[in-house]
C-alpha cells in the first residue's frame, strides 16, 4: 500500500528533530563527567589527595598537565620526565616541589642503559637543595687509592667506575682517564656533603634513592581562578592548554557562573540539556516546514543567481553552524563593505550597538587557503595566544607574511568575540594599532583572523619572557613603547572603543621597536551618551580595573588602570602577576603601590636600567612610577585621561621641565597629608604628585 506523502515527511522530520535532541544531551552529559571525573582526586598510597597539575590512575589525562601523569607501580608512584622514570618519594603541592629519585638507579648503582638526568626547563627546575653529580663508566686502570671507585658486573665483564662530586674533577678526569661513558644525576646537598667525605659505594647507593628535589613552573594562578568560579582544572590533551572544565562547557581560564551558581547549575544540568534540545528540534521542525513551503512555491521559478553564489553580507554574517556543509568556499576578493551585527556578548544595561564599517578593506579568505599558509597550523609556527585562540605565522600566495588566529572552540561565545574584533578592526587606521587583513567566512570549517606579521614579539616577551636575553629595551626604547601605546589608546577611546585588555602580551613590536597594540577579542564599543557600560568582568588578571569587578562598569578609565600595570612592568620588568614572589607582592601593581609609599623606588624599578648610578634615569623612571601611581588609583575618577597620560609621558621624555622634575628623587609625606594617612591606610605618591584632588585614601587591590 502507498505511504501518504505528507505522513512520510512528518514521520522523517519528527525524526531528525529527535536526532537533533539526543546530542546535546549527551554534549550536556559528556562536559558534567569531565566536571565529575576532574573534582575527584588522585589516589595512591600515602598520596590521597592529588589534583591539578597531576593526572593518572582515576584521573583521565583532560584532568591535568600532559607532562604529570602518575602511576601507581609496585606500590610505589612513579613518574615520567624526558622519557625516564623516577620513583616520587615527596610532592609538596605548597612549594610546588617533587622530591624523586631515579627508578633505573633504586638498588641499583649499575643500569644497563646510561642515561643523563635532564628535564624541560620550561616545566621544572632544580630547587636550592639540590646537587650535580657525575658518574664515569668503564674507566680504564685508574690509580690505587683514587677515592670513589666502584665496580659494575655486566654481561660477565667487571667494569672499574668512578664517582666524582666536583665539577673540576670531572673536568680532570674527562680530559685524563679517558672513560667511555660519563653520566649526570643529582642528589640532594646532604648526601652531596656525605658524599664528599666518604666516596664509598654504599653511600651513593644512599644518595641515589634519598632522590633530589624538582620545583615545577605549573602557574597554579589560573587553576585557583577556575575553581573559584566553580570548574574543575584540566587541560586540553590535544592542544596541551589549561582549560577549565565546568558543568555547562570547557573554558579557556573561568567558567562563567559563581561557585553556587555552578552547585546549582549541576543540581538542573540535565533538565536544561533537555529543554536547549527540544527548543532547538522545535525550531528546526518550524524552519524545515516553512523552508520546504518556500522550495515547492519557488521551484520553478528561475534561480537569480549562480550556484555558489555568496554575498559580502552573508560571508562576514556570524556564522551559523551547518552539518551538511564541510567544504570551503573559494576566496572571495577584496571586500569595500560589510554588514555589521548587533553582539550581545555580555549583560550590559545598554543594547549591545551596530558600528557600521562603509570602508573597510576585508579579504574574505577559505580556510583551505590559510591552512596552507600556516602549514596545517603547524605547531613550529605557533606565535602565541591571543584573546580566544592561538596565533600562528602564515605565508600567503602573494607573498605576505601574516599572523593567523584561530578559535580554540567553534561555539556561539567565540563566534560573537570573533565578530567583535572584525567589527572593531574594520575600519580603524592608525600606526600603531595592529592592521587586520581579512578573516574566514561562515562557510568556513573554522573562524580565522587574518593579521599583518609583527616579527619582533611582544613587549613581553622582551620584559620577562623568551627575548630578554637579547636586551634590547633600554630606557628610552622603553618610555617610546610607553608614549606609542597611549597614543594607541586616545585613538581608540576617541572612536569610543575601550580595548579592555590592555597588558604587555597585547602589545607587539615591529623590527624598529614600534608598537602595535593587538587583540581586541574583548573589546567594546562605547556609546557617547553615557558615563560608562556594565558588563561581566573579563580580562587577565593583575590588569583589570579593580572597580570594573566590584560595580561592573567598563569606562575608558578602566583601560587607564591596565595601562598602569604596563608602565610598572616598563620601569621594573616584572611580571604583573607572579605566584612566587611573596604573599603581599604577588600583583604587581599592591607592589608598586607599596614600594612608592614606603620610598623604596630602587627596590621596585629595574637595575639594568641605570637607576642608580645615571641621574637622567632616575628623574625619568621616578616620573613614571608617579604616573603610574595615579594611573592605578582605585577610584577611576582620580586617575588622569590617555591625553593627560601621554602629555606626561612626552614632558618625561623631551625632559622640558628638567629643573622641576629634579624634585621628585625623594619619595614621602607631604605633611599637608599627614591627617590623611592617619585616618586611613597610606596611598601617596611622589611629592611632587601630590595632589588633593587625586590622592586616593584606599589601598589598592585587584585579586586574582
Known amino acids: 500500500m502507498a505511504t501518504n506523502p505528507s505522513k512520510a515527511l512528518l514521520l522523517a522530520l519528527i525524526f531528525i528533530a529527535t536526532v537533533l535532541i539526543q546530542p546535546l544531551t549527551l554534549l550536556c552529559d559528556g562536559e558534567e563527567e569531565k566536571y565529575r571525573n576532574c573534582n575527584s582526586s588522585l589516589k595512591c598510597l600515602t598520596y590521597p589527595n592529588l589534583g591539578y597539575p597531576f593526572w593518572g590512575l582515576n584521573r583521565p589525562d583532560y584532568c591535568g598537565h600532559p607532562s604529570f601523569e602518575l602511576s601507581c607501580r609496585e606500590e610505589a608512584l612513579e613518574i615520567a620526565i624526558n622519557s625516564i622514570a623516577y620513583r616520587v618519594l615527596e610532592i609538596n603541592t605548597n612549594t610546588h616541589t617533587l622530591r624523586v629519585a631515579r627508578k633505573d638507579y633504586w638498588n641499583n648503582i649499575c643500569p644497563q642503559s646510561l642515561k643523563n638526568t635532564t628535564f624541560d626547563s620550561s616545566l621544572f627546575y632544580y630547587s636550592s637543595d639540590t646537587q650535580p653529580l657525575k658518574l664515569f663508566y668503564d674507566c680504564p686502570p685508574l690509580p ?71 620545583q615545577w613552573r605549573i602557574d597554579n594562578r589560573v587553576c585557583y581562578e577556575c575553581h573559584e568560579s566553580g570548574g574543575q582544572c584540566g587541560s586540553d590533551p590535544s592542544l596541551g592548554e589549561f582549560t577549565c572544565y565546568c558543568l555547562d562547557g570547557a573554558f579557556k581560564t573561568t567558567c562563567g557562573s559563581t561557585p553556587s551558581e555552578a552547585t546549582k547549575t549541576k543540581k538542573t544540568a540535565t533538565e536544561k540539556a533537555i529543554i536547549i534540545g527540544a527548543s532547538v528540534g522545535g525550531a528546526f521542525l518550524v524552519a524545515t516546514i516553512l523552508g520546504f513551503c518556500i522550495f515547492f512555491c519557488l521551484g520553478k521559478k528561475k534561480k537569480k543567481h549562480p550556484v555558489g553564489y555568496v554575498s559580502k553580507e552573508a560571508a562576514l554574517s556570524p556564522p551559523v553552524s551547518d552539518p551538511l556543509s564541510d567544504k570551503d568556499m573559494p576566496p572571495a576578493p577584496l571586500l569595500n563593505s560589510f554588514q555589521t551585527h548587533s553582539i550581545p556578548s555580555y549583560p550590559s544595561s545598554k543594547s549591545d550597538l551596530e558600528r557600521p564599517s562603509p570602508n573597510s578593506d576585508i579579504q574574505v579568505f577559505s580556510y583551505a587557503e590559510l591552512e596552507k599558509a600556516t602549514q596545517n597550523f603547524n605547531r613550529s ?62 562557510f568556513s570549517q573554522g573562524l580565522l583572523l587574518v593579521y599583518e606579521y609583527i ?40 572612536k569610543d572603543i575601550i580595548h579592555r585588555d590592555v597588558k604587555t602580551n597585547n602589545i607587539l613590536l615591529d623590527s624598529t621597536c614600534t608598537v602595535k597594540v593587538a587583540d581586541f577579542g574583548l573589546s567594546r564599543l562605547f556609546p557617547t551618551d553615557v558615563t560608562h557600560v556594565s558588563t561581566a568582568p573579563q580580562g587577565t588578571p593583575g590588569y583589570v580595573d579593580p572597580e570594573y569587578y566590584q560595580c561592573y562598569q567598563l569606562t575608558t578609565k578602566s583601560d587607564v588602570y591596565s595601562f598602569g600595570v604596563v608602565l610598572i612592568e616598563l620601569i621594573s ?121 587625586w590622592v586616593s585614601s584606599s589601598t589598592i587591590t585587584n585579586s586574582l
Open 144 to 214: 690505587v687509592g683514587l677515592p670513589g671507585q666502584f665496580r659494575c658486573n655486566i654481561n660477565s665483564t667487571n667494569y672499574v667506575n668512578l664517582i666524582v662530586t666536583q665539577n673540576s674533577e670531572a673536568r680532570n678526569i674527562s680530559n685524563t682517564m679517558k672513560c667511555n661513558h660519563s653520566v649526570d644525576v643529582a642528589i640532594s646537598k646532604s648526601m652531596m656533603q656525605s658524599l664528599q667525605s666518604n666516596p664509598s659505594e654504599q653511600n651513593l647507593k644512599e644518595a641515589l634513592e634519598t632522590g633530589f628535589e624538582l
Open 455 to 494: 616579527p619582533n614579539g611582544t613587549v613581553a616577551d622582551h620584559l620577562h619572557g623568551s627575548r630578554v636575553k637579547f636586551g634590547l629595551l633600554s630606557w628610552p626604547i622603553r618610555l617610546r613603547i610607553a608614549i606609542e601605546t597611549a597614543n594607541a589608546l586616545i585613538y581608540l577611546h576617541r
Open 381 to 442: 609556527g605557533e606565535l602565541g595566544d591571543g584573546g580566544f585562540g592561538t596565533v600562528y605565522y602564515g605565508k600567503l600566495d602573494d607573498g605576505r607574511e601574516v599572523a593567523v588566529k584561530r578559535l580554540y572552540e567553534h561555539n556561539c561565545k567565540r563566534v560573537e568575540q570573533f565578530m567583535n574584533e572584525v567589527n572593531i578592526l574594520a575600519d580603524l587606521q592608525h600606526k600603531n594599532l595592529v592592521k587586520l587583513y581579512g578573516c574566514t567566512s561562515k
Open 573 to 693: 620588568s616584572l611580571r604583573a602577576v607572579d605566584t612566587d614572589r611573596k604573599r603581599q607582592d604577588i600583583n604587581l601593581s599592591n607592589m608598586a603601590v607599596s614600594k612608592i609609599q614606603n620610598r623604596a623606588l630602587n627596590e621596585l624599578i629595574d637595575p639594568k636600567l641605570g637607576f642608580d648610578k645615571n641621574p637622567e634615569v632616575m628623574r625619568a623612571t621616578t616620573s613614571v612610577a608617579e604616573l603610574a601611581f595615579r594611573c592605578l588609583q582605585q577610584e577611576r575618577d582620580l586617575r588622569p585621561s590617555m591625553e593627560e597620560v601621554v602629555e606626561v609621558l612626552r614632558e618625561i621624555e623631551n625632559d622640558k621641565s628638567r629643573s622641576e622634575m629634579s624634585k621628585v628623587v625623594d619619595i614621602g609625606v607631604v605633611e599637608d597629608d599627614i591627617e590623611i594617612t592617619k585616618r586611613t591606610p597610606p596611598a601617596f605618591s611622589p611629592n611632587s604628585v601630590i595632589d588633593d584632588n
